[in-house]
């Protein structure tokens, strides 16, 4: 929800942190062994729309005074968490 005036001073101050960041993550998902048939990009690609919406939603929640607390962030990993591991493990049960 940033406003228009300010994307380019953050695109600026931020984008190469945020293309360093994302190259590391690739880098770590291309060591992860996948199901055969599924597809390295979108597996990656869905892995990034989880974790963009979690990163969105700790700025979105952020207050003026800062940082939310531990009770709040440890919840918030917590969830993230459970989201990335549906994702890893599957949402299915396994049939016999």
Known sequence: ???DELKADTEERYGALRAARDKWWK???ESVPLR???NRGQAFELIEITLDYFEKTYLSELT???DLDE???QHFLDKRN???NMIRY???QKRN
């Open 27 to 29: 880098q770590l998902f």
């Open 71 to 73: 009770t709040y962030w």
């Open 90 to 92: 599957g949402i299915e």
């Open 64 to 66: 003026d005074e800062g």
């Open 82 to 84: 459970s989201f990335l």
């Open 1 to 3: 929800m940033t406003p």
């Open 36 to 38: 055969e048939g599924v």
